[in-house]
């Protein structure tokens, strides 16, 4: 975790993530102090690097390292009663079945992760020709996904999408140009601003 964000724990003692993000999350019987906005990408430690707590202040990192373990999505149950999350996945049937981890314990998550549009247009370095061919296991839990999105067309719509290109790509591959990554993740904050207001 990462950002303008400390948190008392029930002991006392004060975990502060705007001067070391190598803490880990606590356990979650404590009180937390949240300021404006969260996030959660997988480019966590390219983000840091960037200068990104600096350009934006009011945004709180957190990783999840791939799939989110208990403690991460009780923590974030948390703050999401207070503020937006938007979710940063791979634009793969992992990222999409990441977001859905979240999106069971925060149902008003926004998935911000990359998009067959980006890939269209060869938005932030996204070009068929460097994305990876689904593997038979991404095109079953591509099928499992929109099956399990019934109610949410927006959902289904946007992996039955990446179903039919049959390709992945990765947030590495945008993580290679810190600038480019800065930009997309300004795009998907002022994005998610929009849709929540």
Known sequence: ????????????STLDYSQDFAHGLPHVSLSATVYDRLLIPTAFFALIQSGFGQKFPWVVLV???????????EILSLFATKLPVSVLVDYDPDGANI??????????ACWAGMHCTMVRIGKWGLDLDIMTEFSVRDRKLALQLIENWKNSVFRRRRMAKMLYRGKKAELEMITQFRAMLVDYIQHIILDSMISQS
């Open 99 to 108: 977001f859905k981890v979240y999106a069971l314990q925060l149902p008003h």
């Open 63 to 73: 990783t999840g390292k791939g799939y989110p373990d208990i403690n991460t999505r």
């Open 1 to 12: 975790m990462y950002g303008n964000l400390s948190i008392e724990l029930i002991d006392g």
